[in-house]
């Protein structure tokens, strides 16, 4: 192993050098959130002295099993209340080169930035740029919301915390602060349009790629929020009519297990009433599809941000590997609703504001597998990294290794020019526009071009 040495506002880092590519782990952009920090914003990490050993996969956040599971397979990483932490993959740390940061999915209650799916190291050396993986708090522990417990939205402030660590210290690895993409998929994705609408994150990005935004599920309102967080309360067995100061604390004195139970317990109870989602962002200003599109579309608009968007042929096939007719129509259904027809309401909104827009959709689908083009299905691709994947991810079954070799050669190169430039080849991927809303279609046969109207 080759090692290799940064130094940051915050202190020395160790990392490891590889295939042209020295990475750093474990980076702490914000305190622990632990103690008296549960429920509380980010607070500025701590400095060290010495040299902080950055060469192993920190602990992801405390979850549940995943929906997707099955089609994925399953998240094994560590988990820890303690994971406030990024990873930079970067070819040069005496470059100044383009940054891309990702944002991982996982309905805001699994995931995490730094798993082997998601490792940046391949897309940094094939398109010279910086990668960083973000960890953020999930479920009740990034979004509850109680009078006198938090009404913040923690798991965003998190992401945001982690862009300005990018601003003060991606210098030191090699990236240009003025030329940072972020790119999510899913929840990951949504996140970004949230912080997207907030003016206080001007700046901090760039450029944006949007993958499989799940727009149709719209944010909670504050009212909402804080009748869930009363019934996850309710089932830890704090009573709610004490005050604030010990309803706050009964709850941080609770395990991480026994937050994760009573959430789950909270689902079976009224999950239903809320499309299944307990945690995500809460915004009464911009609670619905449409609020939310024109917040997001209005700022990305006054800063000039260009916009890659898209989804995949078939999201639901992921969550309802449907075969029969009826079953299919009804995911062609919830698609256009919470997909699909948002996507193309924000793509048409945001060119017609006056930012340069890309669209996709991803078509490709393995040849054995009933999920079909499925929600994340474009994922090992974009990241390259197809034998991180395994036996265990059902979506790719049947798939011959050099079939997927073509497609992540095909496509890495398009999120890579977008990082790079901010736009795409006209002759290959023309801008899209509500008098032309062209698609760029990734199935590895034509590749090509198609107009799609819903």
């Known amino acids: 192993m080759n090692h290799c040495e940064v130094t940051t506002k915050y202190g020395s880092l160790r990392g490891e050098r590889r295939k042209g590519v020295s990475t750093f782990r474990g980076i702490p952009y914000a305190k622990p959130p632990v103690g008296e920090l549960r429920f509380a914003p980010p607070q500025p990490p701590q400095p060290w002295n010495g040299v902080r050993e950055a060469v192993e996969r920190a602990p992801i956040a405390p979850q549940p099993a995943s929906d997707l599971d099955i089609p994925m397979g399953p998240v094994t990483l560590p988990q820890s209340e303690d994971c406030l932490t990024l990873t930079v993959n970067t070819p040069d740390v005496e470059a100044s080169l383009p940054v891309a940061v990702w944002f991982h999915g996982g309905a805001n209650v699994c995931g995490g930035g730094d798993l082997k799916w998601y490792d940046g190291g391949l897309l940094a050396r094939r398109g010279n740029l910086v990668t960083v993986n973000v960890n953020f708090r999930l479920g009740a522990l990034g979004f509850m919301m109680y009078p006198g417990l938090n009404e913040e939205n923690l798991s965003i402030l998190d992401q945001i915390a982690a862009l300005r660590w ?96 009573a959430s789950a317990r909270a689902v079976e109870r009224i999950g239903r009433a809320y499309g299944g989602m307990l945690f995500k ?39 309802n ?29 945001a060119a017609g504001a006056g930012c340069d827009v890309w669209k996709f959709r991803f078509d490709w689908q393995a040849k054995d597998t009933p999920f079909e083009a499925c929600h994340c299905i474009e994922l090992p691709f974009v990241f390259g990294n197809l034998d991180a994947w395994g036996e265990k991810a059902l979506m790719l079954e049947g798939a011959d290794m050099g079939e997927m070799e073509r497609m992540r050669d095909f496509i890495q190169p398009f999120w890579c020019r977008f990082i790079q430039n901010g736009d795409q080849d006209a002759a290959e991927w023309p801008r899209y526009s509500e008098q032309k809303p062209v698609h760029k279609i990734f199935d590895n046969k034509d590749n090509g071009l198609m107009e799609i109207i819903l």
């Open 321 to 349: 590997p449907c075969r029969d007719a009826a079953g299919k129509y009804q995911n062609r259904r919830n698609q256009i609703l919470r997909f699909d027809g948002p996507a193309m309401a924000f793509a048409t909104r």
């Open 166 to 261: 990018v601003q003060e210290n991606i210098g030191d690895f090699g990236g240009d602060p003025n030329r940072v993409t972020v790119f999510g998929q899913s929840a990951g994705a949504n996140a970004i349009i949230h912080m997207m609408s907030l003016p206080e994150t001007e700046g901090l990005f760039h450029r944006v790629i949007l993958q499989s935004p799940s727009i149709g599920r719209a944010n909670h309102t504050h009212a909402d929020a804080c009748l869930i967080g009363a019934e996850v309360l309710g089932l830890l067995g704090i009573d709610t009519a004490k005050s604030a100061g010990e309803t706050a604390a009964l709850a941080r004195a609770k395990t991480p297990e026994e937050i994760l139970e």
């Open 281 to 319: 962002p809460v915004m009464d200003r911009w609670n619905t599809p449409e609020t939310t599109i024109e917040a997001a579309v209005t700022e990305a608009a006054r800063r000039s941000l260009s916009i890659m968007i898209g989804t995949t042929r078939n999201e639901f096939q992921g969550f």
